[in-house]
């Protein structure tokens, strides 16, 4: 069980998040979906058993912080938006589900283990963002190079996403659930300096995070 400091509208809560929930192939094209996998599969990575598909791992994986360790060169972040449940109802932040791109290619579930989970200490009421969701803009930047851009209409609703995870025998309650990703511009790339953005262009804000990866 992992005790997670959150802000929202000012205020601070903490929020009990025992495991972590990663969905995956959550695009709401499914052919696109389709396609995506096939891509996956000529680069080594196994198609997954059933789509969306959801990853786990522990609340001691997540970070508010701004650097984050890992094994070699070969990781990415990649640009999410994340479900948590508080006292002020279903709560919106902004994360990276960052990865172990050569495990990837062997195992995806234990090479979601082996990185930090980036996520931002602010987040929104999604109540208030419920009536213009799909123009809610994610993006990510690679090294200062833009490298993910799109509205939240490319996934699933909200409201399917929590029933995929609970068709899959998962708890939402008590649980961090991050919304699978967009693709990457120009195809998977490594670096330093990573940063995620979600923003409402309808109430004029925005949650950023942004983190250095270094090499143990």
């Not at 094209?29 to 000529?42: P, Y």
């Not at 989970?117 to 999604?126: A, Q, T």
């Not at 963002?129 to 993910?148: A, K, N, P, T, V």
């Not at 995620?196 to 925005?206: F, I, S, T, Y």
């Given at each position: 069980?992992r005790?997670?400091?959150l ?7 903490t ?11 959550t695009g ?8 995506h996998?096939e891509e ?7 198609p ?6 959801v ?5 001691e994986?997540l970070?508010t912080?701004?650097?984050v ?12 938006f ?6 002020e109802?279903?709560?919106v ?5 960052h ?5 990837e290619?062997i195992?995806?579930q ?16 999604y109540?208030d963002?419920?009536?213009h ?5 994610l ?5 200062g190079?833009l490298y ?8 699933l609703?909200?409201d ?7 068709n899959a ?7 961090l659930?991050f919304?699978g990703?967009?693709?990457?511009i ?9 940063k995620a953005?979600l923003?409402?262009p309808?109430?004029g ?11 143990s």
């Amino acid at each position: 069980m992992r005790a997670l400091s959150l802000s929202v509208a000012g205020k601070d809560l903490t929020v009990q998040v025992d495991q972590v929930l990663l969905a995956g192939y959550t695009g709401r094209d499914r052919a696109k979906v389709m396609e995506h996998i096939e891509e996956l599969e000529k680069l080594g990575v196994a198609p997954p058993p059933r789509v969306p598909m959801v990853y786990v791992v522990g609340g001691e994986l997540l970070t508010t912080g701004d650097s984050v360790t890992v094994q070699h060169s070969e990781t990415s972040g990649e640009a999410e938006f994340f479900l948590v449940q508080g006292r002020e109802g279903l709560l919106v932040g902004v994360g990276s589900d960052h990865t172990d791109r050569k495990e990837e290619a062997i195992d995806i579930q234990h090479s979601k283990t082996l990185c930090p989970k980036v996520i931002s200490r602010e987040v929104w009421r999604y109540e208030d963002l419920r009536d213009h969701w799909e123009q809610i803009e994610l993006r990510s930047w690679m090294d200062g190079r833009l490298y993910q851009e799109g509205t939240l209409n490319a996934f699933l609703p909200v409201d399917q996403i929590l029933a995929e995870i609970t068709n899959a025998a998962y708890q939402t309650e008590g649980n961090l659930i991050f919304s699978g990703t967009l693709p990457a511009i120009g195809g998977l790339a490594f670096g330093t300096e990573f940063k995620a953005e979600l923003k409402d262009p309808v109430r004029g804000r925005a949650l950023t995070i942004a983190y250095r990866v270094s090499i143990s």
